[in-house]
């Protein structure tokens, strides 16, 4: 296994290394976001599923961390895709069955100069008419005034107590339990609608989601051409999401996950604090959010730049398993089918290479293969990594049906850890994940991440001559 001695990691090589892919960064798209049209016609969409009644909706309350920092704020992902409106602090309503210019409602923090000195800009009730088409706006303190009235004579309301938090009550939200018992009416969630709509993207969803995918795909090929022994994990995460910043991404949509060595085979290890050593092999599972849409590309790389035949071979089998399970997916097909195939590939790896014994149907049949591929193959993906939307529809009726405009992962894996019983110590520690991002067609498939190099021969052609040689022209 060649090790590249002579190469040093630093601020300096980084900022020389970035160098490199500043030129996709200058196009300052970083305002390019969603049509303005999109949410209205979520709105409509949601509105022309309800059967009367009014819906309900609150933004994601502002979460304490600790003295008086907090989390960093992000809209609740149902909010968003119903109003488009980031703020905390608001509640919209949609009225399906009350007069034009009357339907959809926003209630908001009001403009208040000494709060926006502190935490800046708000809409406002004048910026939630002008600039998110609330046919209303009022003031969030109004809510308790105004929303009994738009309860009066409603037989249904669909309001999501399944997202409730402490801090986030009003005297109305809490009400609506006894004005339901007092009126008979009946309070539904939001989910049902709102999920089966998500699961479903639009041509401009379709849009902002192959962006946080191209930002993605970006920055797994810089942290390819930058991965060199000792560098630790923790700048590989960096080195990433800088990436991300400076594409104009502003956020990651779940923590990125960079696990070498043995923690390459920790599905969702976070730590990522670990110095990287030559013969390691690391996992990287990162997403860059745009517009609210998440990426969720994983690449598995060897930290020297070159696969060991062990690392090799278990690479290629997961690679096999996920090109035999995206060339499953049309629409007609299943996820439940993308999934065994992936494990049928694998299954038939690990017995190739001595790691299973017996057949493939005997392996599948006793569970034996989930030693190495315990985690599901899919999971929907768009404005949450772990996008909403139903696996069977309807429940207990079986797998759901693929359509075009479905976009989810396709990310089969084998993990060996170290001091696994039984198995040859020369597997121990080899942990492959290779995930891509897949929309169904009306014909097929396409892979909206393929732009990351997957191949053993291309990982190992962006990978030869990364780093930066000891002595870097203006670097000490
Ligand atoms: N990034 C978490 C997952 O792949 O599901
Ligand atoms: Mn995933
Ligand atoms: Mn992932």
Known sequence: MAVRNGWIVNAGAVAVLLLAIAPAAAQNRSHAGPPDELFAKHRQAFMERMEGGIAIFRAQPEIPRNGDAGYPYRQDS?????????????????????????????????????AEIWTGHRAGVEGALENYEADRAYGIDSLDLVIPRYLQGVDRLYFDFSKDHPWAHTEALQGFRAWADTTGAQILGTDAIVNELRLIKGPEEIALLQEAIDITVDAQRAAMAAIVPGMFEYEVEALIEYV??????????????????????????????????????????????????????????????????????????????????????????????????????????????GLLEGTVRENIESGAYRRFF??????????????VGPYEAPPGAGPRILEPGMVFTIEPGVYIAEGMEGVDPKWWGIGVRIEDDVLVTESGYRNLSAGAPREIEAIEAIMVGRGVPEVVPGSE
Not at 78 to 90: I, L, R, S
Not at 91 to 109: I, K, M, S
Not at 374 to 387: I, P
């Open 374 to 387: 315990m985690h599901a193959t899919s999971h929907w993906l768009g404005l949450d990594v772990h996008d």
């Open 244 to 353: 991300f910043r400076k594409r104009g991404s502003p956020r990651v949509g779940f923590n990125s996950i960079i696990g070498s060595g043995p923690n390459a085979t920790i599905l969702h290890y976070e730590e990522n604090d670990r110095r990287m050593e030559a013969d390691d092999m690391v996992v990287m599972d990162i997403g860059a959010e745009w517009a609210y849409y998440t990426a969720d590309v994983t690449r598995t790389v060897p930290v020297d730049g070159e696969f060991s035949p062990q690392e090799a071979a278990i690479y290629q089998i997961v690679l096999d398993a996920q090109t035999a399970a995206m060339d499953i997916v049309r629409p007609g097909a299943t996820i439940r089918e993308i999934h065994v195939e992936a494990v049928e590939v694998v299954t038939e790896g690990l017995i190739r290479e």
């Open 78 to 114: 149902d909010f968003y895709y119903v109003t488009g409106f980031t703020e905390p602090g608001a509640v919209a309503v949609l009225r399906p069955g009350a007069p034009e210019g009357e339907r959809f409602v926003l209630f908001v923090r009001p403009h208040d100069v000494a």
